[in-house]
């Protein structure tokens, strides 16, 4: 079992950033994709960005430009770094991990864009 703790979530202004982040601790495989999804009120849930333990990196391409991705393989933890945010980014974002054929999930973090 994999366990993913989320952080960072709140209330922003548009144009304003924030900073998520998500350590995963238990079973941790040695090769792993850890990612950002969110989902908006009536909406299905929809990638945001994804990172490989090596870096290679995938975003939406509502967050190019505007989000950035990292991860701290020593520490298990996933970054997504928020600028320009806009209302419509406004969604609960959950954290992934995909590693030894498992897939788990954070509890989700919720982030409001609005003035």
């Known amino acids: 079992q994999v366990q993913l703790v989320e952080s960072g979530g709140g209330l922003v202004q548009p144009g304003g950033s924030l900073r998520l982040s998500c350590a995963a601790s238990?079973?941790?495989?040695?090769?792993?994709?850890m990612g950002w999804y969110r989902q908006a009120p009536g909406k299905l849930r929809e990638l945001v960005a994804r990172?490989?333990?090596?870096?290679?990196?995938n975003y939406a391409s509502s967050a190019k430009g505007r989000f950035t991705i990292s991860r701290d393989n020593a520490k298990n933890t996933v970054y997504l770094q928020m600028n320009s945010l806009k209302p419509e980014d406004t969604a609960v974002y959950y954290c992934?991990?995909?590693?030894?054929?498992?897939?788990?999930w954070g509890q989700g973090t919720q982030v409001t864009v609005s003035s």
């Open positions: 238990g079973r941790i495989a040695s090769i792993s994709v």
């Open positions: 992934n991990y995909f590693g030894g054929h498992n897939d788990y």
């Open positions: 990172i490989t333990g090596g870096g290679s990196t």
